[in-house]
Every structure is written in structure tokens, then in C-alpha cells.
């Protein structure tokens, strides 16, 4: 894979330890100022932020991890009660991972599944993250519990991923090409756009049966642990700023009034912002300018 996705970034394997269980994380970092954490979802990987990590690495030092289980982090498997995969243990990677680069705070910015871990790591590790920013999603709890037929219909793959090993598994495996196109492509408004060299590299990952595994393995533990830990914290908010942006033309933004989703996660209503940008779901790729935009005053108020 070429790097001048990510000019100026150095690539590096970095082992991280916690209570939770450790594994090693491939990591791309830039720039210098305070440190931004910019953590990818489904199905993609740190190069999702290609057209955004280089403007932001001008000002900050910038960190791009590819999540347990996707890209070339390690995939341990999943299985048992899937905590594995949780975003409490996704969280507790990253902070370590911060933590080994010298960064204890940081803002914080996710897309997708990416954004789950990081409403989890404010609420496991208050005094790491600074600020948070979400990309295209409501809460976890929030999406289950208010499931209705437009939403199980248009992300139908929570659904199937969710189902007992191997089951999933084989099917995407036989032809990983065929489930991840019509995904990828359904998160942009116009897939053509996008740049061929993203694709290509996510599906050499999710080519790998590795990947595969985890990557359900992430979604049984959404739909199980992950809600056990949400439901345990019903009565814990973020006290810290959080930036929520979403697709004018996607389903999280037609389904759900998604400022009033994350007020009710927080612990005071101003400290929640955001707006709906022009595109679909993977706005860092499709809309990075309006991204960068939004995201450039907001972290420059926390430094």
C-alpha cells in the first residue's frame, strides 16, 4: 500500500497493556501541538482519514490507529462473552496507546464504530479525553433500543454480524469482495468519488479470515457486552465538549434528531454541538473540507 495516502506520517507497530487484555496496534502519526486521537470505523482503516489527518497534523500531533481487529492492529479472537471485542476494551487500547506516546489527554475524534469507542473511553477515562467528536452516529443503546424497519433495513449487517460463528463468517469469507462493495459504496453519496486506493486497501484486509472474525466479533459485542456496560452506566454522562456531525443525506440523520441522542448522554446540553454536513456516512472521506471546517475552531477552543 502506498504511504502518500498519508504524506509526512510514520507508520509503526505499538504494543499496548491494560487491565482489559493488551495486543499491538499499527499506528500512523504526524505533526506537532496537542494531540488529537483520529480512530476509523467499519469497514475501513486509518487511511480513511486521508484527507483530513495531513491538514490537522499542520497544527496537532495527530495519531491514526487502526482498531483491534481491523487493518494491521492484531486479531485476537473474539468468542465467550465477546468482551474481547468491547468497546471498553477498544477504549482502554487507545488510551494506552496515547499514554505510550507521551499523550495522557487528548481530543478525541471517531467515525462510526470508531465514535462508539471513543463515547466509551470519555466515560471509562474522563481525565484522558478532552473532547470528543462523533461522526455519523447516534449512541450505541439509543440505536438498539429505538430499532424501527428503516433502520434494521438499511443496516441490516448489525444484524447479520451479530449471528453465532461461523455463520457470518463463511458467507463473507467465500466472496469478501461481494459484502464489502455494496457496504462501502452505501456510505458515500456518490462512490465514484472516492478514491480507488482506500478500497483496495480495505479489502485486503477484509480479506484476511482474521479480520473477518473480528469484525463480527466487534458487532456481538455491540449487541451484548457493549450494552450490559451502557445499561450499567445509564446514569453516566460526558462532561467534557462533544462535536456531533452527520450526513445530510444518510440514515442516522433521517432516523434519529442526533443532537438530542447525545444530550441525553451528557452532562449539560451546551455541551453538546454539531451539525448535519452534505454526504452520507463516511463524511472524512466524501466531505472532508466541511469535516475540517467543524473540526478545526472546535479543537482550537480546547488548546
Not at 504494543?15 to 476509523?40: F, S
Not at 471485542?85 to 478525541?108: I, N, P, Q, W
Request: some cysteine.
Amino acid at each position: 500500500m502506498d504511504d502518500d495516502l498519508l504524506p509526512g506520517f510514520t507508520h509503526r507497530d505499538v504494543a499496548v497493556e491494560h487491565e482489559h487484555g493488551g495486543t499491538t496496534l499499527r499506528v500512523a502519526t504526524a505533526g506537532e501541538g496537542p494531540p488529537v486521537l483520529l480512530l476509523h470505523g467499519h469497514p475501513q482503516n486509518h487511511r480513511t482519514w486521508s484527507r483530513v489527518a495531513p491538514v490537522l497534523a499542520e497544527s496537532y500531533s495527530v495519531v491514526c490507529p487502526d482498531l483491534r481487529g481491523y487493518g494491521d492492529s492484531a486479531k485476537p479472537r473474539g468468542g465467550g462473552d465477546h468482551a474481547t471485542y468491547s468497546k471498553r476494551t477498544m477504549a482502554a487500547d487507545v488510551v494506552a496507546l496515547m499514554a505510550s506516546l507521551g499523550h495522557e489527554r487528548f481530543a478525541f475524534v471517531g467515525h462510526d464504530r470508531g465514535g462508539r469507542v471513543g463515547h466509551r473511553a470519555a466515560l471509562d477515562h474522563p481525565d484522558a479525553v478532552t473532547r470528543l467528536a462523533v461522526i455519523d452516529i447516534a449512541p450505541t443503546r439509543t440505536m438498539y433500543e429505538r430499532t424501527d424497519m428503516a433502520f434494521a433495513t438499511g443496516y441490516f449487517h448489525w444484524f447479520f454480524l451479530i449471528q453465532p460463528e461461523p455463520w457470518p463468517e463463511r458467507m463473507i469469507g467465500a466472496d469478501p469482495d461481494a459484502f464489502l462493495r455494496p457496504h462501502h459504496d452505501s456510505q458515500l453519496s456518490d462512490p465514484a468519488s472516492a478514491d480507488p486506493r482506500l478500497y483496495a486497501d480495505y479489502l485486503r484486509c477484509y480479506s484476511q479470515p482474521e479480520m473477518i472474525h473480528a469484525i463480527c466479533e466487534d458487532y456481538r459485542a455491540s449487541a451484548t457486552i457493549d450494552l450490559d456496560h451502557d445499561r450499567a452506566d445509564a446514569d453516566a454522562r460526558v462532561a467534557v465538549p462533544l462535536l456531533a456531525l452527520w450526513g445530510d443525506g444518510g440514515l442516522v440523520g433521517s432516523t434519529y434528531d442526533v443532537l438530542a441522542t447525545w444530550r441525553e448522554k451528557a452532562a449539560d446540553d451546551a455541551l453538546v454541538t454539531g451539525r448535519a454536513l452534505a454526504g452520507k456516512h463516511s463524511l472524512q472521506e466524501e466531505s472532508a473540507g466541511e469535516v475540517l471546517a467543524e473540526l478545526r475552531p472546535w479543537l482550537a477552543a480546547g488548546s
